[in-house]
Antibody, heavy 123, light 107 residues
Framework: EVHVVESGGVVVKPGGSLRLSCATSGFTFADYGFHWVRQPPGKGLEWVSLISWDGATTDYADSVRGRFTFSRDNSKNYLFLQMHSLRAEDTALYYC????????????????WGQGTLVTVSS | DIQMTQSPSSLSASVGDRVTITCRASQGIRNFLAWYQQKPGKVPKLLIYAASTFLSGVPSRFSGSGSGTNFTLTISRLQPEDVATYYCQKYNSVPLSFGGGTKVEIK
C-alpha cells in the first residue's frame, strides 16, 4: 500500500527558513516523480514544485522560485522542500504527492497525496 | 502562463441531478487535464486524467470530456457523497496550475 507522509511544518517568522520532509513507502520510490502542492486555509490548491523520477528536473511556481528547493534522497525514499525567505503568503497546508505513472519529466498528474503539513508564517 | 478558469465557483443541486463543471484554459493544452475531488476536511483525490480517463474505483457517474481549451466534468446523477470541491489542473507545461475550484453542495 502506498504511503506518503509529510512533516516539518511549524510556525516560523517572516524571513525565516524551514525544511519540509516527505517520507514514502509501498512502491519503487526511484521510479516516480513528485509534487508539492499547497493550500492556504480556506482557499484553493496551488501547485508549488515538481521533481522528476531521477531528480534531473525540478521546477517551481513563480511565487516560490528562487526561495524554495525541491530535492530527493533515493537511498532513503525521502523528499525535501527547503524553504527560505518565508512570507505570510506562504502560510498553507503543504501536500506531497506522487505521480500516477513512473518515469517522465515530472509533468504528470498526482495520484497519491499525503495528509499535509501546516506551515504558518507569522511574527 | 496559461490560466485555468473554472465555472461555476459553487453550485447547489438535488440528489439525482446532472451536474456539469467547466474548466477553460487560456491557451490550448491538448488533453493534459486532470480533475480532483476534495471532500470537506480531506485530501484531494485524483478522479480523471488525460481529460476523460477515470481512475479505477471512481464511480461511473463521473465523466470528463474536452480537449484544447474547453473541458467539462459531469456527474450524471448527483449523490450525497459527491459533496466536495472539484479542481481541474493542467499538466502540459509548468506551472501546473489548478483552477479555482467548484464547490458542489446538495440542495
Amino acid at each position: 500500500e502506498v504511503h506518503v507522509v509529510e512533516s516539518g511544518g511549524v510556525v516560523v517568522k517572516p524571513g525565516g527558513s524551514l525544511r519540509l520532509s516527505c517520507a514514502t513507502s509501498g512502491f519503487t520510490f526511484a521510479d516516480y516523480g513528485f509534487h508539492w502542492v499547497r493550500q492556504p486555509p480556506g482557499k484553493g490548491l496551488e501547485w508549488v514544485s515538481l521533481i522528476s523520477w531521477d531528480g534531473a528536473t525540478t521546477d517551481y511556481a513563480d511565487s516560490v522560485r528562487g526561495r524554495f528547493t525541491f530535492s530527493r534522497d533515493n537511498s532513503k525514499n525521502y523528499l525535501f522542500l527547503q524553504m527560505h525567505s518565508l512570507r505570510a503568503e506562504d502560510t498553507a497546508l503543504y501536500y506531497c504527492a506522487k505521480n500516477r505513472v513512473p518515469y517522465g519529466d515530472g509533468r504528470e498528474e498526482a495520484e497519491f497525496w499525503g495528509q499535509g503539513t501546516l506551515v504558518t508564517v507569522s511574527s | 502562463d496559461i490560466q485555468m478558469t473554472q465555472s461555476p465557483s459553487s453550485l447547489s443541486a438535488s440528489v439525482g441531478d446532472r451536474v456539469t463543471i467547466t474548466c477553460r484554459a487560456s491557451q490550448g493544452i491538448r488533453n493534459f487535464l486532470a480533475w480532483y475531488q476534495q471532500k470537506p476536511g480531506k485530501v484531494p483525490k485524483l478522479l480523471i486524467y488525460a481529460a476523460s480517463t477515470f481512475l479505477s474505483g471512481v464511480p461511473s457517474r463521473f465523466s470528463g470530456s474536452g480537449s484544447g481549451t474547453n473541458f467539462t466534468l459531469t456527474i450524471s446523477r448527483l449523490q450525497p457523497e459527491d459533496v466536495a470541491t472539484y479542481y481541474c489542473q493542467k499538466y502540459n507545461s509548468v506551472p501546473l496550475s489548478f483552477g479555482g475550484g467548484t464547490k458542489v453542495e446538495i440542495k
